[in-house]
């Protein structure tokens, strides 16, 4: 599978700004029939006009103005609910989206940190490296890891460089799950360790492209499998 270019990125479904315009209109609907119940309410009284022509409306039947009033605000107090409704669930919209943008950051963040430390080693700290990388890992990578953990530490020690990993870019190819997929774009910069640095060879650049699994453990990210991207 070709990698391309990624940049670091989250999934957004919908749009914030789009939610939260949402909420105004839900709200300006809400005013609206609350202004419409106050209309109908005053309609009602002036159809009541002075004490006289209230005594005159005594002996109508009920319903003539009643019946009116009581179906304006009716109207008002279903749009209320309605308005009311749609504000509720477009909240709950908003959240949700704010919490899946939040998760999506974090991954990200954690996935360039492990992938560069999991690129950079040290001839002279092979165990800490080891340690460090069994920090960020769980699941199957993480017992494949430790199988080989004595073999990467005598590799180390006998390569005699350094390696500086950086992550250039990430992005989230998928989720299932627990477990969301990156691919990441990186290098590496190894430099001979040498007592002479003027005697040393310019340091060597390689690029990897990596798809990793970030899977939640305890509400922690971690590496749960590591493989290249040809």
């Avoid at 009581?70 to 509720?88: F, H, S, T």
């Avoid at 669930?89 to 999991?118: K, N």
């Avoid at 969301?180 to 001979?192: F, N």
Wanted: net charge negative; charged share 25%; with cysteine.
């Amino acid at each position: 599978m070709e990698f391309g270019r990624l940049r670091r990125h989250t999934e957004r479904p919908g749009g914030i700004e789009d939610l939260q315009e949402q909420v105004q209109r839900a709200r300006a609907a809400a005013d609206k029939a609350a202004a419409a119940a106050r209309a109908a309410a005053e309609d009602a009284e002036n159809e009541r006009g002075d004490d006289d022509a209230s005594e005159l409306l005594e002996t109508l039947p009920t319903g003539r103005w009643s019946t009116r009033y009581r179906a304006a605000v009716a109207a008002a107090a279903a749009a209320c609910l309605g308005a009311g409704a749609l504000a509720v669930q477009t909240t709950l919209d908003h959240r949700a989206t704010q919490r899946s943008v939040t998760a999506d950051t974090r991954v990200l963040a954690f996935t360039e940190e492990a992938v560069a430390r999991l690129l950079s080693t040290d001839t002279e700290n092979a165990e800490a490296y080891v340690e460090r990388v069994l920090a960020d890992s769980t699941g199957d990578w993480r017992s494949e890891f430790e199988q080989r953990k004595s073999a990467t530490i005598d590799t180390m020690r006998q390569a005699g460089n350094r390696t500086a990993g950086r992550t250039l870019e990430a992005g989230i190819e998928g989720r299932e799950n627990e477990t969301t997929t990156v691919l990441v774009s990186a290098t590496a910069q190894t430099t001979p360790a040498m007592a002479d640095p003027v005697a040393a060879p310019p340091p060597q650049i390689q690029q990897y492209q990596i798809r990793v699994g970030v899977t939640m453990v305890d509400d922690q990210p971690k590496l749960s499998s590591v493989g290249f991207v040809q």
